[in-house]
């Protein structure tokens, strides 16, 4: 990326575009590119030199908010255009926007493709678990239950869980924030644009029209008890008093919540955190009310060679040890038939 250290510092109104914000008054889509305007400011890469791509939804809206370059494309698609922008500019940084229906639907196999491909990219999913802009029709993330347009009876779907997807295609970068989460949010920007390779933030956010108050268990400042915040080698510690923690139950191989204190329990028995370890990071992804609080920061990160890093140092070698062309030679080889 550029080196932005000789340039004079970038602040959040840099980032912001003129054009009048168009979300339903109290959607937590404010609050997100209000953290990610933030982030890009402390990052610092020139406004020209950054891109926004989504699909559609109430999500896609958000290249329009943004004072940098952006593509508003179609549905499910923005990751496969994310991957040849990159292709074709790697300087630039790219990131995809997209909400759980748009990327986890119909955008399912790009979501898919981008991340196992490790393209130096940074998709942020905001999932609200709702199909929010065609009027609360329920998503691949809706609860099984949910009573929508579509599923007047409730849902009988069992729903995906987005940062267990990503894990399991092979993401190497995987890390989960809320809307609201204005100190957290942008500390996982900065940590997901840092990362060489795909980078998949999961950012749950209210939809306060068609599913409002569906994270009040994990996403508000009451919900403190039910928040582990993960930090690279510290101890899975969480709770208003910091009181309770997480360990491995070594009988079921499961992850259990136990309060420090207890029955002789210790710091020394709880879990720290290990961020490059993929199976900790796929327990970590699974936990949630009521046992267990949610896990947000980085669970995974476990930094490869970037797809696009890897076609251009191929790309580069082949030219390296390419002969002189020969037009003539090129227009003359090959097979030939008579008719």
């Given at each position: 990326?550029?080196?932005a250290?000789?340039?004079?510092?970038?602040?959040?109104?840099?980032?912001?575009?003129?054009?009048?914000?168009?979300?339903?008054?109290?959607?937590?889509?404010?609050?997100?590119?209000?953290?990610?305007?933030s982030?890009?400011?402390?990052?610092?890469?020139?406004?020209?030199?950054?891109v926004f791509?989504?699909?559609?939804?109430?999500?896609?809206?958000?290249?329009?908010?943004?004072?940098?370059?952006?593509f508003?494309?179609?549905?499910?698609?923005?990751?496969?255009?994310?991957?040849?922008?990159?292709?074709?500019?790697?300087?630039?940084?790219?990131?995809?926007?997209?909400?759980?229906?748009?990327m986890?639907?119909?955008?399912?196999?790009?979501?898919?493709?981008?991340?196992?491909?490790?393209?130096?990219?940074n998709?942020?999913?905001?999932?609200?678990?709702?199909?929010?802009?065609?009027?609360?029709?329920?998503?691949?993330?809706?609860?099984?239950?949910?009573?929508?347009?579509?599923?007047?009876?409730?849902?009988v779907?069992?729903?995906?869980?987005?940062?267990?997807?990503?894990?399991?295609?092979?993401?190497?970068?995987?890390?989960?924030?809320?809307d609201?989460?204005?100190?957290?949010?942008?500390i996982?920007?900065?940590?997901?644009?840092?990362?060489?390779?795909?980078?998949?933030?999961?950012?749950?956010?209210?939809?306060?029209?068609?599913?409002?108050?569906?994270?009040?268990?994990?996403?508000?400042?009451?919900?403190?008890?039910?928040?582990?915040?993960?930090?690279?080698?510290?101890?899975?510690?969480?709770?208003?008093?910091?009181?309770?923690?997480?360990?491995?139950?070594?009988?079921?191989?499961?992850?259990?919540?136990?309060?420090l204190?207890?029955?002789?329990?210790?710091?020394?028995?709880?879990?720290?955190?290990?961020?490059?370890?993929?199976?900790?990071?796929?327990?970590?992804?699974?936990?949630?009310?009521p046992?267990?609080?949610m896990?947000?920061?980085?669970?995974?990160?476990?930094?490869?060679?970037?797809?696009?890093?890897?076609?251009?140092?191929?790309?580069?070698?082949?030219?390296?040890?390419?002969?002189?062309?020969?037009?003539?030679?090129?227009?003359?080889?090959?097979?030939?038939?008579?008719?």
């Amino acid at each position: 990326m550029n080196d932005a250290s000789a340039a004079p510092a970038l602040t959040a109104q840099d980032f912001t575009s003129d054009q009048d914000v168009r979300w339903c008054p109290g959607c937590g889509d404010y609050a997100i590119v209000k953290g990610v305007r933030s982030a890009l400011a402390e990052i610092g890469t020139p406004p020209e030199n950054v891109v926004f791509i989504s699909g559609i939804g109430c999500a896609a809206r958000f290249p329009y908010y943004m004072s940098t370059y952006g593509f508003h494309t179609i549905h499910g698609r923005a990751p496969a255009f994310a991957t040849g922008l990159k292709l074709a500019n790697p300087e630039l940084d790219v990131w995809v926007v997209g909400g759980d229906g748009d990327m986890l639907s119909i955008g399912g196999n790009h979501t898919f493709h981008v991340l196992r491909r490790n393209v130096d990219v940074n998709v942020l999913l905001f999932n609200n678990e709702i199909y929010g802009l065609t009027k609360g029709q329920y998503s691949p993330t809706s609860r099984e239950g949910t009573r929508s347009p579509s599923t007047p009876l409730g849902s009988v779907d069992h729903p995906v869980a987005p940062a267990s997807f990503a894990l399991g295609v092979g993401a190497r970068f995987v890390a989960r924030t809320f809307d609201t989460a204005q100190k957290h949010l942008p500390i996982m920007m900065k940590r997901a644009q840092a990362n060489r390779g795909a980078s998949f933030v999961e950012i749950l956010q209210n939809c306060i029209v068609y599913n409002d108050g569906t994270f009040d268990d994990v996403a508000t400042k009451k919900a403190v008890d039910n928040q582990l915040f993960c930090e690279a080698g510290q101890p899975l510690i969480f709770g208003k008093e910091l009181d309770r923690g997480i360990r491995l139950n070594r009988d079921t191989l499961d992850l259990e919540v136990v309060m420090l204190g207890e029955n002789g329990i210790t710091e020394d028995d709880i879990l720290v955190h290990d961020e490059t370890n993929r199976t900790l990071a796929g327990m970590l992804a699974r936990l949630g009310p009521p046992d267990t609080p949610m896990a947000f920061g980085v669970l995974f990160a476990d930094p490869t060679e970037s797809y696009d890093s890897a076609v251009h140092a191929q790309e580069a070698a082949v030219k390296a040890n390419a002969d002189t062309p020969d037009l003539n030679a090129l227009l003359r080889r090959g097979h030939t038939w008579n008719v």
